[in-house]
């Protein structure tokens, strides 16, 4: 047999579909195309992506093609590629995520650096830490595995936040030490005081939610971003509830947007039972977190 007739049919390869699922991406205007595909590629494979460049002649099943564009589709449509795969990476860990929650990002390491270093410089080796708004779970799960003995209670107001969540505590092994809870903030926490309180509330201004990217404002949940019209609801009622259930001395920890620094340190010392709040920033040099202390008297 020879000729047309005589040709096996050809398959796509991970090269020729990385680079065709790249363009594709790039003209739906994501940045971050190639890089997007190679992930996507990679999760569907269930490989590193160094494989695809270990081997980039290998050719592709049907179905792993198949499965491939049906991801770069979503892509196209600005999905977010933590919820496609379902996981996303965070502190040494990796984190089962849905669009039930806020994808979690690498600024909120600055908090929970803090957090450890504070306990650490304390001597606290088992601290009682609340985590409020735990969306993920992200926050709760590390602050369990840097303390073997600490206790922490997480909460969330949405059941389908604390499903994933719950699913993330299972998997990282810290279910005998995180508690979660159904709770708009302190709602359901009776009078139990806690030597931490950490918090990645929603911060975002409500009219700038439409500006922000496809990615975030069309999928992540409003619920995890809305912090009203200023952008400072939460923290106007978290602050004076976190005071009621820190122990004396004990310590508050807050993720805040960039430009918000000034306004929650006010509302900080409107309550007047805290000392003096420090401000740190991310590693691109902007304000991420304040923390403050509870007085230890009054």
């Known amino acids: 047999m020879s000729g047309a007739q005589g040709r096996l049919p050809m398959h796509e390869t991970l090269e020729t579909f990385l680079s065709g699922s790249a363009e594709r991406l790039r003209r739906a205007g994501i ?6 595909a190679e992930v996507l590629l990679a999760g569907v494979l269930g490989v590193g992506r160094e494989e695809l460049y270990a081997h980039p002649g290998r050719p592709l099943s049907a179905r792993e093609a198949a499965a491939g564009r049906a ?11 933590s919820y496609l795969l379902g996981r996303k990476g965070f502190w040494d860990l990796d984190f089962f995520v849905s669009p039930e929650v806020l994808i979690p990002r690498p ?17 606290t080796l088992a601290p009682e830490v609340l985590d409020v708004g735990t969306g993920s779970g992200n926050i709760a799960v590390v602050a ?10 997480a909460v969330d107001r949405s059941p389908a936040a604390l499903a994933v969540a719950r699913e993330n505590v299972r998997r990282h092994g810290v279910a005998g030490r995180v508690s979660l809870v159904g709770s708009d903030l302190f709602s359901a926490l009776a009078q139990k005081e806690f030597d931490f309180i950490l918090s990645n509330p929603p911060y975002i201004e409500t009219e700038e939610l439409p500006g922000l990217m496809p990615d975030v404002v069309d999928y992540e949940p409003a619920l995890a971003l809305d912090g009203g019209r200023e952008g400072l609801d939460i923290y106007r009622r978290l ?18 947007g960039a430009s918000q620094a000034r306004a929650v340190v006010e509302i ?31």
């Open 31 to 36: 940045a971050s195309s190639r890089l997007d």
């Open 268 to 298: 900080i010392n409107a309550h007047g039972g805290f000392q003096t709040s420090h401000v740190i920033q991310d590693y691109s040099g902007r304000d991420r977190v304040i923390q403050t202390t509870r007085k230890a008297h009054g």
């Open 239 to 256: 602050v004076p509830g976190a005071w009621s259930h820190l122990k004396k001395g004990g310590t508050l920890i807050l993720e805040i």
């Open 144 to 153: 369990a595995r840097e303390f073997p003995e600490s206790r922490v209670i």
């Open 71 to 81: 991801l770069i589709e979503r892509r196209a449509r600005r999905e977010p590629v």
């Open 107 to 123: 600024e909120t390491e600055i908090l929970l650096e803090r957090f450890i270093q504070t306990a650490r410089s304390a001597g």
